[in-house]
């Protein structure tokens, strides 16, 4: 999120955390007098052999429109990336578009119906607790656990990440995440990992059975010093002129937030562009503490970006908001990479996202999409029970008839109810549903399960394959709905206006980069998968796989006569 005090802050720590080891925890990185110049690829050399460490970027909610609409503006850390293998039309392929499916094809190659991972929590009627939620990271075997502060666990994670690939061939390879968010540190690193941090309530954390270390108090040290201290509105960049302008949802606006930070407000230093210039510095750190990179031993690094997908809930896609966020995103992105410049470190960069995002229908409604809209507050699972107990006469004792539906898009069964009650409740709940014009398709687990898992261009899919790609028996509802296009689920309400999760392109498309020195680049429209970024890295590394390890493909990086994959 926001670093010290201004848009200056985050080249001071480049150069701080460039040329030294890691701040101690009694002092923030020194700030040197800024620079100007953008975060540029150093002078091009053909690259030789592997790479000494790859480093996994995403973005959460870094649409592939997102990325059209801002890369002429990118000056810093996206630079060097531009200078690379530009895929400008990546899919995470499947239909629930949210983080935690979407990070968890990043790095394991296979669709979210391989990996396990659904959607961001699931449903367990039967499950031997009051709360019948699941997270998708948490261990709920804990009895310490609940959705809300899960006991956080890869166990979900059916399929191994490139780390775990990469730590099995070789155990000196180290395999080290951090992100602001958990289940997305997690779901990109997996089983076997040397390190992994996420933001909890103070700072930087990590397992319940793993103690943080020095690098880690140190930033948090760092944090510390800077929420308690405050800081004014971030700055506006010349080109956010246009998109500077209020809209209105209800009793308050949207599109002029600059993320002014009251002292000692830890929430809205965690949950604003701030966020992103403190995990850019962990990274590094990481690196430092860890001796990533060191040897001939490839290592890995996963870094997610949380901020655009924060902000972009909070404040929507096309506001001022979104414009400083990708400007600091730019600036962060330079810190980290300008810093293992300093270092001599042989790097891969693969840069992606989990999913894309829609703006507030308020403002699309502005300009230009009379379609847009929020959910019709008659798909809520409440509404929806309500209405299906009353033509069934089925009710249960204890808890609803049903969970999920309306934002959640999928539907689980109360665990009370015979087999002949589920299927009169689930025969009225999908002719109930059909009927509502906000509702795409609707299809059930019989249904899904006779498909074949999708393949073929990712831009062509049909929705059943969207929905299969993302389907797992026991996890997923028994009943999927999907809305129309342009429909936004959640009532909005002050920092909360817009969201993803659809089976549209608009969360479907995001960006695929790859970069590493001395690489000849170019630009390539052909659409692509998120699932492709493992296979692909692993031909970077030399690493094989049996067939039938990947659902994605490699792709040919190299712009020459050679074929990367075929090293």
């Given amino acids: 999120m926001r670093l010290l005090s201004s848009s200056l802050a985050p080249l001071a720590l480049i150069a701080a955390l460039a040329v030294s ?46 990325f059209a609409q801002y890369r002429e503006h990118f000056t810093k850390g996206f630079t060097r990336l531009l200078q690379g293998a530009v895929f400008a039309s990546g899919f995470q392929s499947h239909a629930a578009t949210e983080t935690c499916p979407g990070h968890s094809t990043l790095l394991t190659g296979v669709h979210p119906s391989r990996t396990g991972i659904t959607a961001n929590s699931w449903f367990m009627p039967g499950i031997g607790r009051a709360e019948k939620e699941v997270y998708c990271v948490e261990d709920e075997t804990n009895p310490k656990s609940t959705p809300d502060k899960p ?91 246009n998109v500077d302008r209020a809209t209105p949802i209800k009793d308050f606006t949207i599109g002029t937030y600059r993320f002014p930070l009251a002292a000692g407000d830890f929430n809205a230093y965690s949950n604003g562009p701030r966020i992103d210039t403190a995990t850019a510095e962990m990274a590094v750190r990481m690196v430092d503490e860890l001796g990533m990179g060191k040897d001939a031993v490839p290592d890995v690094l996963s870094v997610s970006f949380s901020a655009t997908d924060k902000v972009g809930h909070a404040f929507g896609t096309e506001g001022v908001e979104m414009c400083i966020q990708m400007n600091v995103l730019d600036e962060a992105l330079a810190t980290l990479f300008d810093a293992l410049d300093a270092r001599g470190i042989d790097y891969e960069v693969v840069l992606s996202a989990d999913h894309g995002g829609f ?25 929806l029970a309500a209405a299906v107990s009353q033509e069934t006469g089925i009710t249960v004792k204890n808890g609803p008839l049903f969970y999920g539906a309306g934002e959640a898009g999928s539907v689980w069964f109360s665990a009370e109810l015979t087999p002949d009650q589920k299927q009169k409740v689930m025969a009225a709940l999908v002719a109930r549903l059909k009927t509502n014009p906000q509702i795409a398709a609707v299809y059930t687990q019989d249904q899904i399960m006779q498909w074949p898992e999708p393949k073929g261009n990712p831009q062509d899919w049909t929705m059943e394959q969207k929905v299969r790609a993302s389907f797992v028996p026991g996890r997923s509802g028994e009943v999927q709905m999907l809305t129309v296009r342009g429909v936004v689920p959640g009532k909005p309400a002050p920092f909360k206006v817009a969201s993803h999760g659809s089976p549209w392109d608009y969360d479907r498309r995001v960006p695929m980069l790859f970069w590493r020195k001395g690489m000849v680049g170019f630009e390539q429209p052909t659409p692509v998968e998120t699932v492709d970024i493992a296979p692909t890295l692993a031909a970077t590394v030399g690493l094989t796989a049996p067939a039938g390890t990947w659902d994605g493909r490699c792709l040919d990086i190299d712009a020459g006569e050679a074929d990367s994959c075929r090293r």
């Fill in 21 to 66: 080891a890691p701040a101690t925890a009694q002092e923030a990185p020194a700030a040197p007098a800024p620079s100007a110049a953008p975060s540029t690829a150093p002078s091009a050399v053909s690259p030789q052999g592997q790479p000494k460490l790859i480093v996994a970027v995403s973005v959460d909610q870094f649409s592939a429109d997102l």
């Fill in 151 to 241: 006991v956080v666990s890869a166990a979900h994670l059916k399929a191994p990440t490139l780390g775990d690939l990469m730590k099995k061939r070789n155990p000196k390879t180290i395999n080290a995440a951090v992100s602001a968010k958990d289940r997305a540190a997690v779901m990109m690193s997996g089983h076997d990992t040397d390190a992994v941090y996420w933001i909890g309530p103070k700072g930087f954390t990590t397992f319940e059975n793993r103690k943080i270390t020095k690098a880690v108090e140190a930033e948090n040290a760092v944090m510390a010093k800077r929420v308690a201290a405050g800081d004014g509105a971030l700055p506006v960049p010349g080109w956010c002129g």
């Fill in 359 to 383: 703006d507030a229908p308020e403002r699309q409604k502005l300009r230009g999409n009379p379609d847009a809209a929020r959910i019709d507050p008659a798909l809520s699972a409440k509404e």
